[in-house]
């Protein structure tokens, strides 16, 4: 896993988030936060304790995957809880574990998971049943119901062809439906082993397949099949809406094959210059690693590559290019995207169902030691909201005064709720520069239109920007534009009601 260092020192785009970020969960020994139900800890010591964090679409639910202390040999987890009040509730899965089919125990819990509204968590992993030890589960109420396994036929396909050695990129929508990625399916043609499907109840669809799907819009004739899933682990739908988004190679020349698909329609691809880009060339690679979003409404998706001719990185939120190497992190800002120091300018990329957004990563600072930031957009404003060396509130009284401070940010792991509230996994130094734990925390991003920071857009909120009409008082000025004027006025009115 790449991690990232966050800058100290920089100035805000705009006013900073009040409260410091708090931990939730962490690995520091003795710390009320250090507790998995059942009276076990995580893994203590620096080696990324928190592997993913997923909240579930209304936001009310949330899942994490990481490792468990096990002495010498730590163990795969997966635990539920609630995000308000914020705390666990059970151990869904475990390496060790019995899965609850056969006599078997599980051996292996893949990172990518899912949670649904109602608590439902769907994963995927290895068991110690030889020869059709991968299965695909979901779990209710400690109850766990299995999906699909290595070998199972598959209706959908007539019975002939058997699910894959490999399923992952396991995801959950509203109805309830389960969907992942099966690879090294048996029975089927060459060329025809991978597929993104779907399972919900007795129905199962195929979403797409290698060999067999040709995605549309296309910017070379002829289109092309897809050759693979770039990723197993990558397949993401939007829990509301059901629209699908994956990584894929083509099978068509290697300059053009690779590009990002929704529904089975290219929306970028190498080769292609991305319009309005202001690109001189066109992108040479898709970024890997869980590096694009989609949000649950559908609406918004976030992908991100490269331009190896010239070195460029890029984040796109849906058509448009929004990041890019060497291109300033916000307007009029000194402070540019860089990838001197690092081969990857962005390791961070996430957004909610308004298309407002996050990206994290590397600027040109001029300190090696301190030169990545986070920074959110929203209204056409951008904001710093996470800074290297900023104070962390550890014990949950609202006060950054416990010696420790942010270090180290794992990359994509941040995950945006829809109040604005984000949650991402970190290392945390005290004041000597000693490292004393990894932590899950939890940021309060700036609320769109909630200029006066209780929590919901109301009333008082568009008194307040009539009231600074003209100024340039920042907290008003809800676009970032450097004046209080109509648009402001508008910001208000359109998230009116929106909480925390």
Avoid at 344 to 350: D, E, K, M, N
Wanted: some cysteine; overall charge negative.
């Amino acid at each position: 896993m790449k991690k990232f260092g966050l800058l100290c020192g920089l100035a805000a785009a705009s006013l900073a988030v009040a409260a410091p970020p708090k931990v939730v969960l962490s690995n520091i020994v003795g710390d009320p936060t250090n507790a998995i139900p059942g009276g076990t800890f995580w893994q203590a010591g620096d080696a990324d304790t928190f592997d993913t964090i997923r909240i579930s679409a209304d936001g009310s639910r949330f899942a994490i995957s990481g490792e468990q202390e096990n002495g010498a040999t730590d163990l795969d987890i997966v635990v539920l809880g609630t995000r308000v009040p914020f705390g666990l509730n059970a151990v869904v899965a475990r390496e060790g574990d019995p899965t609850g089919f056969l006599a078997e125990t599980w051996v292996l819990i893949r990172d990518a998971i899912a949670v649904g509204n109602d608590g439902t968590v769907a994963m995927a992993g290895d068991t110690n049943n030889v020869g059709t030890d991968d299965i695909v589960v979901s779990w209710f109420g400690g109850l766990p119901t299995l999906l699909g396994r290595e070998g199972d036929p598959i209706p959908a396909l007539g019975g002939t062809v058997f699910m894959g050695g490999a399923n992952n990129g396991v995801n959950i929508l509203n109805n309830g439906a389960v969907r992942w990625i099966s690879t090294g399916l048996t029975g089927a043609l060459p060329g025809q082993n991978q597929m993104a499907y779907e399972k919900n109840g007795a129905s199962d669809t195929v979403l797409a397949r290698s060999g067999i799907t040709v995605p549309t819009n296309q910017g070379f004739a002829p289109d092309q099949g897809i050759s693979t899933f770039n990723g197993a682990d990558r397949l993401l739908s939007a829990a509301q809406s059901g629209d699908f988004y994956y990584p894929v190679t083509l099978l068509g020349p290697s300059t053009s094959n690779v590009g990002y698909v929704l529904n089975n329609a290219m929306t970028v691809q190498e080769g292609v210059i991305p319009s309005g880009s202001g690109f001189a060339t066109a992108p040479t690679s898709m970024s890997s690693g869980p590096t694009h979003a989609l949000s649950s409404n559908g609406a918004y998706r976030i992908a991100r590559g490269t331009l190896l001719t010239s070195a460029i990185d890029f984040v796109m939120l849906n058509n448009e290019v929004v990041a890019a190497t060497d291109r300033p992190i916000s307007p009029g800002n000194p402070l540019s995207w860089d990838d001197t120091v690092y081969a990857a300018t962005f390791l961070h990329s996430t957004l909610n169902n308004y298309g407002e957004y996050a990206i994290g990563g590397l600027v040109n600072s001029g300190n090696p030691a301190q030169d990545a930031l986070v920074m959110f957009y929203a209204a056409g404003k951008a904001t710093q909201v996470l800074a290297e060396g900023e104070p962390i509130d550890v014990n949950g009284d609202g006060l950054a005064n416990d010696d420790a401070f942010l270090s180290i940010f794992d990359d994509d792991t941040m995950t945006v709720t829809d109040g604005n509230i984000a949650y991402l996994a970190v290392e945390m130094v005290n004041s000597s520069a000693t490292y004393i734990g990894d932590a899950v925390i939890e940021v309060y991003l700036p609320l769109t239109g909630d200029v006066d920071n209780s929590g919901e857009v109301d009333a008082a909120d568009i008194d307040y920007v009539i009231s600074q009409f003209g100024s340039a008082d920042p907290a008003a000025d809800c676009d970032g534009s450097g004046e209080v004027d109509a648009a402001d006025i508008d910001i208000v009115i359109a998230n009116f009601g929106r909480t925390r």
